[in-house]
């Protein structure tokens, strides 16, 4: 339709919170959008741009209409009885429900009987796009995601200061146009129009006085010094810091968490050059980084290896013809940073992790699960109970073996002992993140056993979805004893997850259990490590070790799923509840390649019949077949065959190859089908019916060591 336009709307605010910019957005563009699209005012085919800055949040939505159409709508009155009298006449409740919905007494000789009730059918006007706009306005910004927000007083009005709105930021601006037309609305005490403001400093004018929707992002970039759209900024200052970097010979930090933060800190970015001197390289390259990224939002620089060098990129939001004094403000600023990580590294050094030890007792955990230093002797005694239990699940076992142990027990004691002390240090004590991180450092400082410094870096691993597992058989075992304390401990004093509230980030630990578990495909039994855990608590503490293992099978399943493998294949998997998940991706591999046999349907189908079978029976199934009471031939060729392929599928499930376990049950298919069809299960001889019971309860364990097939019957 020709009298569709583009419609821009913009508010124009004081700098927004630079982490929540991208989200907020896109909130508001969505938001805005949708309510236009239910409205009528705008279609599916409508495109939507959302547009944010540090100062802006703005949304461009592609052939509005000025007015809805008009839509014909039937309102249900009330029972027939109730609205007309017997001579039909309307009653004084159906005049006055005609008046409520906007209509008069003429309208009941237009109304419509069906059934028991009366209907009024109309056409309703559609919405103007001034109303309409107003609507979807107010509703976007009730509905932005912002959990902190502002309360200010008007400047204006009748009363200036007397008047208080609430938004994330005090907001200065609105502008709603459609077309080259204004469109009139009003929000947070704004009035609408077509003025916008651009760079702060760099704006060649300002107000901008904007004449089309159209023409926003190019108006604003080319009189306002902007760049609008959070994603054209992302990407531009994506390709200057790729620039900048090559044109040293180096590579900047990959971070895409920083990359957007500077984003929304930036209106029209200008990536500069810094450096400071080579003495600070001596620090932690950690330290560094995180000093340069978190206090300043610099990109430190990389070169060919990934080591760290002395020089980094800047994003300013000016672009001076003369860039060397924003060059040298930066350098000034980011060196006092650099000298106090350096000074809290030397001082840290002074005093060795084993003098920190005491202190922890002064550090306390949690109200109710006690001090660090209790803490840290829970997570030994788990940790110990782990390595026992690798050492059983290794017997029997050469002296060489026994040694390995030996030696790894010693690790894990003495890592456990330390793992938490550079809590009490300066370097943590400014920079959380770097906990463990900085205790492997000052272990290798001290000249402790690499294996130890390793372990005492890595045992927060993996801190997050996608992070590197610890390296060795030290850390593995102490990051697996701290995140099974935290679990134990937790649920313990009743603080499991709750919905979507995880403060303590027990799924993450769960994840991180799992990973270990799988990925290092250790031979360990959870049931085993839950109640571990749990006994190193007193005995006093919380008896939730049931909930801990369902909630960990539950995050198993979660991962599996994101593994690639199918809702059946991992049910099939999980309802045996293996013991030991190193070998659960073995499992599943079996299940998929047994899933593609030809005799696999029947033979799940029959699994799931059997099981239904068993359940219903009242008659307990007899432990041992007795071969006398095999009077059907069909159940004597099932029985022969039965044996063969247990002992098979036996033979391959105790060396582990679970996919050979479930092959040998192919040949089941043609004795399975003839025996329900030849064979009483239910037979009226008490005798007969519990050994055949017997074979159905023998054949259910054969196929359900591996998996429950019956999950995969459709």
């Known amino acids: 339709m020709s009298d569709k336009k583009s419609l821009l709307v913009e508010l124009c605010v004081e700098e927004l919170p630079p982490k929540a910019l991208k989200k907020l957005g896109a909130a508001f563009a969505e938001a805005l959008a949708a309510s236009l699209k239910a409205q009528g005012l705008a279609g599916e085919q409508s495109a939507v741009t959302p547009f944010a800055s540090p100062r802006r949040l703005a949304v461009h939505v592609s052939a509005v209409l000025p007015a809805a159409p008009d839509q014909a709508v039937s309102v249900k009155l009330m029972p027939a009885a109730v609205g007309l009298a017997p001579d039909g006449r309307p009653t004084p409740a159906l005049l006055k429900k005609l008046a409520a919905v906007g209509a008069d007494a003429s309208a009941v000789d237009a109304l419509r009987r069906e059934g028991d ?3 009024l059918d109309r056409t309703q006007a559609g919405a103007t796009l001034a109303a309409g706009l107003q609507q979807a306005l107010d509703a976007a910004i009730a509905a932005l995601p912002s959990p902190k927000r502002m309360s200010y007083q008007l400047d204006g009005g009748e009363q200036p200061g007397w008047t208080t709105v609430s938004f994330v930021r005090p907001a200065h601006g609105l502008v709603a146009l459609h077309g080259a037309d204004v469109v009139p609305v009003a929000a947070l005490g704004l009035q609408s129009g077509r003025e916008t403001h651009g760079h702060r400093f760099e704006a060649q004018m300002d107000p901008v006085v904007l004449q089309h929707a159209d023409h926003y992002a190019q108006q604003l970039l080319d009189q306002g010094a902007v760049i609008a759209g959070f994603e054209q900024r992302h990407g531009e200052i994506a390709r200057q810091l790729q620039h900048a970097a090559a044109q040293q010979g180096l590579v900047p930090i990959d971070d895409a968490a920083l990359l957007d933060e500077v984003t929304a800190l930036v209106e029209r970015p200008r990536v500069l050059l810094g450096q400071f001197e080579e003495a600070f ?3 932690p390259p950690e330290c560094l980084i995180l000093t340069m990224k978190a206090n300043q ?4 620089l990389l070169d060919a290896a990934g080591k760290l060098t002395n020089k980094f990129l800047i994003v300013s939001n000016i672009s001076p013809a003369d860039t060397s004094r924003v060059v040298e403000g930066n350098e000034r600023v980011v060196r006092p940073r650099l000298a106090d990580a350096k000074f809290f590294f030397d001082q840290d050094r002074k005093k060795t992790l084993e003098s920190r030890v005491a202190g922890l007792a002064k550090v306390v955990y949690h109200g109710k699960l006690g001090s660090q230093a209790e803490r840290a002797e829970r997570v030994g005694v788990i940790a110990h109970a782990i390595v ?3 050492r059983e699940a290794t017997l029997p076992y050469t002296v060489e073996a026994k040694d390995h142990f030996d030696v790894l027990d010693s690790k894990v004691r003495q890592a456990a002992r330390l793992a938490k002390t550079d809590l009490l240090t300066d370097m943590v004590g400014e920079f959380p993140e770097l906990q463990g991180v900085m205790g492997g450092y ?3 400082h001290e000249g402790l056993r690499d294996g130890v410094a390793i372990a ?11 992070d590197a597992l610890p390296r060795n058989h030290t850390g593995t075992v102490l990051a697996l004893a701290d995140k099974l304390e935290t679990l134990a401990g937790l649920f313990g004093i009743g603080q499991a997850p709750t919905g979507d509230k995880d403060p303590f980030a027990l799924r993450r630990h769960a994840l991180g259990v799992i990973r270990m578990l799988i990925e290092r495909d250790l031979p360990l039994a959870v049931p085993a490590l839950v109640e571990v855990a749990f006994g190193a608590f007193p005995a006093a503490h919380g008896a939730a070790q049931a909930e801990v293992t369902h909630f960990l099978f539950d995050r198993l399943v979660g991962y599996l799923r994101d593994a690639g493998y199918s809702a059946q294949e991992v049910e099939a998997v999980i309802a045996v509840r293996p013991p030991r998940w190193g070998d659960v991706p073995r499992r599943l591999a079996a299940v998929r390649s047994f899933a593609a046999l030809p005799e696999a349907p029947a033979l799940a189908a029959a699994n799931k019949r059997v099981g239904n079978i068993l359940k219903k029976s009242d008659t307990p199934p007899g432990e041992q077949i007795d071969a006398s009471l ?7 060729r099932f029985v022969e065959a039965l044996q063969s392929a247990a002992q098979l599928a ?7 190859d679970y996919a050979a376990s479930l092959q040998a049950l192919a040949a089941l298919k043609a004795p399975v089908d003839a025996f329900f069809d030849k064979v009483m299960v239910n037979a009226d001889d008490a005798a007969l019916r519990a050994n055949r019971l017997a074979l159905l309860a023998a054949l259910h364990r054969a196929m359900n060591r591996v998996a429950d097939l019956s999950k995969l019957a459709t």
Do not use: C, S
């Not at 005492?456 to 996608?466: V, W």
């Not at 095999?630 to 004597?636: C, R, T």
């Open 630 to 636: 095999l009077k059907e031939p069909a159940e004597q």
């Open 297 to 300: 939002k610099y990109f430190p």
């Open 442 to 444: 000052y272990a290798r």
């Open 388 to 390: 026992n239990q690798l």
């Open 456 to 466: 005492i870096e890595d045992h927060y691993k993996p801190r997050f979805a996608g």
């Open 117 to 119: 009730a009366l209907f």
């Open 281 to 283: 390289l001596e620090v």
């Open 650 to 656: 036996n033979a391959a499930f105790e060396r582990g």
